[in-house]
């Protein structure tokens, strides 16, 4: 989709972060928005913005673990400007807790928030993308869901899973004109570690000194949106780590040592 204005984009995680940076780079492509995550009051500050921008937005919040209000929440988010053009399904939650100490009920919520909202947002949009002769998925994957992490167990199971996910989507209705990209960042400065699901099921609660020093979350939307722009299936975006990446696909042996030396933070 080379030319995004007046089209309608759905985007998760809105509130803060990338997805509130995909937000003001949508509106000055001149996309109408709806805005979801699980906090009304973040996201009325982000329709406020947009709005001082001439930028149209309706606010849609709901818990992305409420997996069975989605087809419901779906069906708003179509009728708030009639149709919905873009998906990013954007919002996530990480981990910061070494397997043995990560109860099952913190697996499965990592899952449920990154992964099952996430098919389970594509499989009520679906339908109206058919409808309509095509629309796009934007999906915020991760380096993680490329290679291993420590502290990240469920993180990176959640993130490989959209791979799979995603690829078979793109398979399943390239005929249709459905598009997916799914785009993989490197460290990118938001409130992802301090936000992160400790041991304990509380937030982590620390900006990580590594997490201090990534890309900002304006430059990783511009990356975004020019990926979906050309249409690229997968795009790796930021900093040195993306050459871990071509390290693991090219030497594998020289990749599986290295990653063996990450100090686990
Ligand atoms: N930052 C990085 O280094 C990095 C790198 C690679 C990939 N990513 C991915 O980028 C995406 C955005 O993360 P971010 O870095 O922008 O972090 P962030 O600032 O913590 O933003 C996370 C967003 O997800 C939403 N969210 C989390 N749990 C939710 C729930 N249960 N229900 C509804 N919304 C929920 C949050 O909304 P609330 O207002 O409801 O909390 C917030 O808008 C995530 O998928 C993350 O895995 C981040």
Known sequence: MKDLKNKTAWITGASSGIGEALCYELASEGCNLVLSS???????????????????SVVLPFDLTDIDS?????QKAISSFGSIDLVFNNGGISQRSMILETPIANDRKIMEINYFSSIAITK???PHFLKNG???????????????????????????????????LRIEYLKENVKVTIACPDRVRTKISVNALAANGKPHGQMDARQDKGITPEDCARAIIKA??????????????????????YFPSLFYKLISKVKPT
Not at 38 to 56: H, I, M, Y
Not at 229 to 248: D, P, T
């Open 124 to 126: 009520a949009i679906l």
């Open 134 to 168: 095509g629309g796009h998925i934007a999906v915020t994957s991760s380096l993680s869901g490329l290679f291993g992490f420590p502290l990240r167990s469920a993180y990176c199971a959640s993130k490989h899973a959209l791979h799979g996910f995603y690829e078979t």
């Open 70 to 74: 989605i087809p419901g929440i779906a």
């Open 228 to 249: 979906v722009k050309k249409n690229k299936i997968v795009v790796l975006i930021g900093g040195a780590e993306r050459i871990s990446v071509y390290i693991k696909r």
């Open 38 to 56: 699980n906090e009304p009051e973040e996201l009325e500050r982000v329709k406020s913005l947009l709005s001082a921008r001439g930028t149209k």
